[in-house]
């Protein structure tokens, strides 16, 4: 609670350091990116486990002697680069309407991830720790991505799994420049941003999932792409329609694949955290390890049991409360 109360606070603090007529525009900026119901809803709410929005203070409990002003830019830093990133995403899938005033406000999001970032780095002295890279990295997955849904093509978990770490590039740097302000050494500092590329593969497979006869729907289903592919060579239907693609994904077996390998991430991610000393995010990650696996089970039993039980959440949480 703490986390997301703290996140609200930095970014509120940001919206006020904008020109005025971008503040309204960056304090709903959720709404305006289609991720909230309405202009009110802060991040916290739309932003899941304190991982995703703020994954260097959950590896600052292994760093004791961390100054907690290093923790809140390095926070700062990665909330930034989060949203960006999904700012980003949304205009460059052209999910929202173009708009000169949303691209401004990323700007300036970017400007202030990075000035934040300076100021947790600017005690190390060994090659700076920059988004750059990892802002190609994530455009250049975009563009691949839509490459291959505009094709209807095939792809590979390989192929798959380069464009998830690439969109999800910029969710390590902060955390990894945290790492070097506490004094870890390279190998320490590299199992940060595995446990966390780690994460993101396990989270994106999941959410990939439960996604797809959404996405498909919009033509981006990794679920039917990466279907096509084990499937090739095969008598299986095109997914032209949406039957054909329910029939091309559960006779795939491609949903308890795609959970198997969420996983085999989930356990990495585990397993690096503990090493790190980051019990509250090793605990999280054995939670999702474990539902993961199970439902890969419940999967491979019965085709299509994931997106049933997703459906059946909110009911099952109304009758039961």
Not at 125 to 145: G, N, T, V, W, Y
Not at 234 to 240: F, G, H, K
Request: glycine share 4%.
């Amino acid at each position: 609670m703490l986390l997301r109360q703290e996140l609200d606070q930095l970014y509120a603090a940001f919206c006020e350091t904008l020109p005025s007529p971008l503040q309204v525009g960056a304090r709903e900026l959720p709404y305006r990116l289609r991720m909230a119901i309405s202009p009110e809803v802060p991040w916290s709410e739309v932003l899941g486990h304190e991982v995703t929005f703020a994954a260097p203070a959950v590896f600052s409990e292994a760093m004791p002697g961390i100054a907690p002003a290093k923790v809140r830019d390095a926070v700062l830093a990665h909330a930034l680069a989060v949203i960006d990133g999904f700012g980003t995403d949304r205009l460059e899938d052209r999910q929202i309407p173009a708009s000169a005033e949303i691209r401004e406000i990323l700007s300036h999001i970017r400007n202030a991830r990075d000035r934040a970032l300076a100021r947790v780095a600017s005690s190390t002295s060994r090659e700076p720790i920059q988004f750059e890279k990892a802002q190609c990295d994530m455009l250049e997955a975009i563009h691949d991505e839509q490459r291959i849904m505009s094709e209807h093509g095939f792809a590979d978990f390989a192929i798959y799994e380069r464009i998830a770490g690439g969109k999800t590039a910029i969710g390590s740097p902060a955390s990894v420049a945290l790492a070097r302000a506490a004094g870890w050494n390279e190998y320490r500092c590299h199992a940060v941003a595995r446990a966390l590329s780690a994460v993101w593969l396990g989270m994106q497979y999941h959410d990939d999932v439960l996604d797809w006869e959404d996405d498909f729907k919009r033509d981006s289903s990794w679920a039917v792409v990466l279907a096509r592919e084990v499937t090739r060579g095969e008598a299986t239907p095109r997914a032209s329609g949406h039957e054909s693609a329910r029939a091309l994904v559960f006779e795939s077996g491609i949903l308890a694949q795609m959970l198997e390998r969420s996983f085999r991430y989930f356990r990495a991610a585990r397993k690096r955290a503990e090493v790190l000393g980051a019990r509250e995010l090793a605990a999280w990650a054995r939670t999702k390890e474990d539902y993961a696996m199970w439902l890969a089970q419940q999967e491979r039993q019965n085709s299509g049991y994931a997106v049933r039980l997703q459906a059946l959440s909110p009911w099952v949480t109304k009758v039961l409360s």
